[in-house]
Structure formats: C-alpha cells, structure tokens
C-alpha cells in the first residue's frame, strides 16, 4: 500500500522541481534577450537639461534605435545621442549628449547672424522654439550669432541643441566623430501626453 504513494512523491517532486527549472531557464533567456536588445538594438533615454527644449522637454524620455546607422549612413536633420568624452586633471568622464544633426562630413556649415547655412543654402528649421527667434538682441536668439564658414571633416558631423540660446554643442567644442554617435532618437515614449516620433 504504502509504495504506490511513494512513487506519486517522487513524481510530484520530479514534477515540481522540472516546473521550477523551465520557470529559471524562461527568466534567464528573458533577461538575456532583454540586456542584447538594450545593447545592440533599443535603449531609453532620459533628458536632462534645456538644450532640445521645445522639441524635448527636461522629463521626456526617449526611445534610440542603435542599430540605425549600422543600416545607412547618418542624416541631416537626425536626432542622435552621442557619447561626450571630456578630460579633466587626467580624469576622463563620458556623458550622453542629445542633440540635432546639421552637417555631415564634407559639409560646409557657416552662421550669419544666427542664420543657419549649409553648402551656401540657409537650412530650414521649423524646430526652433519662436520666442527665442523673437528676442530682442541676437544673441539672445542663439548664443552664437555668426560662426566662420568651415568644411566638415571626413567620418564627423556637426550637431546643435533646437534650444540655441542655451545648448552646449559643436558651436562650441566642434564636429564630433560619427564613432561617438550611440544611436537615432526616434519616439518620445514618456511622458504618455508627450508620445510622438522624432
């Protein structure tokens, strides 16, 4: 009488103890494929800071696809997050940076009286936020009111905040290298009322 029971605890145990393994292996595979798609393909991103204001505002989240420039070359007009590599007392320090691409290797990108051109032709930028545009003097519509023309080099590209009065960018430490660049800004995805593609 009594080995018919032993044997269903056995196979209860069996049972048991295989449910628990499927349920490790199904949690270890999740959390894997979920770290290889924050790696290789998908990250969010959280915006701190003025300089995309009013196209990103300082609680936004943004969703960057990595594997954007893998696919095609980088485009004017992108909204890219890069990593910002600065140097103090031998002390290097990365920072993720989001900002909108202007020029692209070869370019020639000049600022005449807060006026952006590229390859001579004055780029259109329904972006920019219209109250700065209206300030009284040009350096409060864009902190840099004219800048030299210069060619942008090969495998760089030249990126700016939307909010031009308060953006630190390449107007001030120059063209950046695309190896910098993580990936392209594409969805605001918090918060809810702000969703929007990019």
């Given amino acids: 009488m009594t080995e018919p029971s032993l044997l269903t605890d056995e196979h209860e145990h069996h049972s048991i103890s295989k449910v628990l393994r499927d349920w490790v292996l199904v949690v270890i595979l999740a959390l894997s494929a979920a770290l290889l798609v924050r790696v ?55 920072d993720d940076l989001i900002k909108r691409v202007i020029a692209v290797q070869n370019d020639v990108i000049e600022i005449k009286n807060c006026v952006v051109f590229v390859n001579t032709k004055k780029i259109d930028e329904p972006y920019l936020n219209k109250d700065d545009l209206k300030a009284a003097t040009a350096s409060d519509r864009c902190r840099v009111v004219d800048m030299p023309a210069q060619k942008i080099p090969a495998k760089k590209i030249f990126v700016m905040g939307d909010n031009r009065p308060d953006s630190f960018d390449s107007r001030s430490f120059g063209p950046i290298s695309e190896d910098l660049v993580v990936g392209r800004a594409f969805a605001i995805v918090w918060p809810l009322n702000r969703l929007a593609s990019l």
């Fill in 40 to 94: 290789y393909v998908l990250q969010q991103f959280y915006i701190s800071g003025p300089s995309m204001e009013t196209t990103l505002l300082g609680d936004n989240r943004v969703l960057v696809n990595k594997m954007s420039y893998r696919l095609h070359s980088i485009h004017r007009g992108d909204v890219v997050v890069f990593d910002r590599v600065t140097t103090s007392d031998g002390t290097v320090a990365h």
